[in-house]
């Protein structure tokens, strides 16, 4: 996900420009609260949408580890979102381009779905 946006606070190499946002490092704190960074671990992810890639995911849990986010993109995607002391884009779709933050690989029941899902939504592309 995070190579294919404009740029990285990780390092000085621009990314692939396909989507119009810059990586950030989550924050170590918010609102007061001390966040352990490299978020790592599991955490659920939100989504409105009800079909495609992420169709029944709404809230599912998925395994995590990263320390650097896509908090605010500069464009509109069909997204899902995490909160861990700050709201990312965990997972998102813009015209034939996929990527996840999280690891369905990891994601036992969630990430199947999501493989399956991915697997119908290629079919359709």
């Known amino acids: 996900m995070q190579l294919m946006c404009n740029d990285s606070e990780e390092g000085s190499c621009p990314g692939l420009k396909w989507i ?8 170590r704190e918010h609102n007061g609260e001390s966040m352990i960074i490299p978020h790592m671990g599991w955490n659920r992810i939100r989504t409105d949408t009800v079909q495609g890639l992420f169709k029944g995911l709404d809230n599912a849990r998925f395994y995590f580890v990263h320390s650097y986010g896509l908090i605010k993109p500069n464009e509109t995607l069909q997204s899902a979102t995490t909160t861990y002391g700050t709201t990312f884009i965990s ?3 813009k015209e034939n381009i996929l990527a ?3 690891h369905p690989e990891k994601s036992h029941k969630h990430g199947k779905l999501f493989f399956r899902n991915f697997i119908d939504w290629i079919s359709d592309v």
């Open 91 to 93: 997972g998102f779709i």
């Open 100 to 102: 996840a933050q999280f």
């Open 20 to 27: 119009d946002a810059s990586i950030k490092k989550l924050p």
